[in-house]
């Protein structure tokens, strides 16, 4: 069974990093794409970036793009997600996810984290 737990979220000022991760076990994930998530309060799920499996290719969400990076290590089936520059709008809920291809819409995705707190302060 497939399982991704996240990690790495916690409180930061404005301005400033972090980098969040996406472990995947319980299955062959060679020909998967894993995407980042985030939900602020109130608000609805919204995709961030997606990268393949292989690594080669990856897409970001306007909103995000030059500020984050998504990237992989396939030898330990973990996913990053690299935050520079945090505003405090960027507070949310971050999620990892999995599909078979490249999409965006988060029902398109089938397996999910738990979820990842970012908070940043002003």
């Known amino acids: 069974q497939v399982q991704l737990v996240e990690s790495g979220g916690g409180l930061v000022q404005a301005g400033g990093s972090l980098r969040l991760s996406c472990a995947a076990s319980g299955g062959y994930f060679g020909n998967y794409w894993l995407g980042w998530f985030r939900q602020r309060p109130g608000k609805e799920r919204e995709f961030l970036a997606t990268i393949s499996w292989s690594g080669y290719s990856t897409y970001y969400a306007g909103s995000v793009k030059g500020r984050f990076t998504i990237s992989r290590d396939s030898a330990k089936n973990t996913v990053y997600l690299q935050m520079n520059g945090l505003k405090p709008e960027d507070t949310a809920l971050y999620y990892c996810?999995?599909?078979?291809?490249?999409?965006?819409?988060?029902?398109?995705?089938?397996?999910w984290g738990q979820g990842t707190q970012v908070t940043v302060s002003s």
């Open positions: 996810a999995t599909s078979r291809e490249y999409v965006i819409a988060s029902y398109q995705y089938d397996h």
